[in-house]
């Protein structure tokens, strides 16, 4: 019997000299992709990490990553952000909106691509960078878009069609789609309106008829949404640009909890400064956040918002579990400071460096 190769995990890198992608454990720079001008402005994976996609003065490049063998050249080189579908079935490009004598009401600067034979299956004229990002669901099935007042959802295979559904929602300004299969959530954030309340909801695809949880915000201008894996639950960092209080260079932010069963709550911090991060475990039962001025604390929830466990306080800023949820590692940015145990809360990593910019 013939042996299977063992996927090589890998890492890329950009910088004055170039792009490169090294190999894991040694770092040792991959050969296949000769890059040594320092334009480069975008790069990604896919979420699998079986495609590499980059931006240079020759426009967007697709690679298969185990080879690098080139997939799909396209000439758009004023390309500013890169996002794959889940699946990496197709590739989405966002490049600035701009309007020229002779087309004055401008021409499309969203672009979305089939990856296997490089065919352009929608285009639409994005204006803002914010929300600029068609999303799909984990099965590809649904594409959505963010326009004027409506989330508009598309089959996921031909978003250039007519949307199969639409969603009214007054002032949206960001949504995000459960990363489940059926059946599909969908969390909006609503700006507020003349001093009121901003809205996060949360809804069942197709049925927008029934809100499935609500919760009125104030002092919320944006909300970052992190689901639960099985997409029955959300967490809402909301944030506004500035603290009226002056103690914060970073703002004001707050933590919330809505699920499909109509609970919504506030997460109660024991420490006042920004949120750096937060993780759910893989069972979707608890969570966890990284919090306050440094040193910052890190405290384990459960899905009732109750702390379980408190990790203390320490320099870090981000937080991840491992895939069977034993581990939690908390992590200050290029730097690992320590890896903990769930079953003894012991440390077991500490002061792992890295010198690479790593996407």
Not at 59 to 79: C, E, I, K, M, P
Not at 90 to 114: I, Q
Not at 173 to 198: C, E, R, W
Request: neutral net charge; hydrophobic residues 35%; charged residues 20%.
């Amino acid at each position: 019997m013939a042996a299977t190769a063992v996927p090589v995990a890998k890492f890329s890198a950009r910088g004055s000299n170039g792009v490169w992608v090294c190999s894991m454990p040694d770092g040792a720079r991959d050969g296949g992709i000769q890059e040594d001008h320092n334009d480069c402005k975008v790069m990604t994976y896919s979420r699998d990490g079986s495609h590499f996609a980059w931006v240079n003065k020759d426009g967007v490049q697709v690679v298969r990553s185990v080879d690098n063998t080139v997939l799909q050249r396209f000439n758009f080189r004023r390309t500013f952000a890169l996002v794959f579908s889940p699946m990496g079935s197709f590739l989405a490009a966002w490049e600035p909106y701009a309007v020229r004598k002779d087309r004055p009401a401008g021409e499309p600067n969203l672009h979305v691509w089939n990856v296997s034979n490089g065919e352009c299956v929608a285009s639409y004229v994005q204006k803002r960078f914010d929300g600029w990002q068609p999303i799909w669901t984990a099965d590809e099935e649904i594409c959505a878009r963010m326009v004027t007042n409506e989330i508009h959802f598309f089959n996921g295979g031909s978003p250039d069609g007519s949307p199969v559904q639409k969603l009214r929602v007054e002032n949206v300004t960001s949504f995000s789609l459960s990363p489940s299969t059926k059946p599909y959530h969908i969390a909006t954030h609503q700006a507020g309106n003349k001093g009121g309340p901003a809205f996060v909801r949360l809804y069942r695809y197709p049925g927008f008829e029934t809100v499935l949880a609500s919760r009125s915000i104030f002092k919320c201008d944006k909300v970052k949404i992190d689901w639960n894996s099985q997409g029955t639950a959300f967490l809402g960092v909301t944030s506004v640009e500035v603290d009226t209080t002056g103690t914060s260079y970073y703002g004001e932010q707050g933590l919330h909890y809505l699920d499909n069963s109509g609970s919504n709550s506030m997460v109660t911090l024991s420490k006042k400064g920004p949120i750096y991060s937060v993780a759910w475990h893989p069972n979707g039962r608890e969570f966890c956040a990284v919090y306050g001025f440094m040193p910052a604390k890190a405290t384990l929830f459960s899905q009732k918002c109750e702390p379980v466990f408190d990790f203390g306080t320490g320099p870090r800023n981000v937080i991840t579990y491992n895939s069977h949820g034993t581990d939690i590692l908390l992590v200050a940015t290029l730097c690992v400071i320590c890896c903990v145990c769930m079953h003894t809360q012991a440390c077991v990593l500490s002061s792992l460096s890295c010198t690479k910019e790593i996407v």
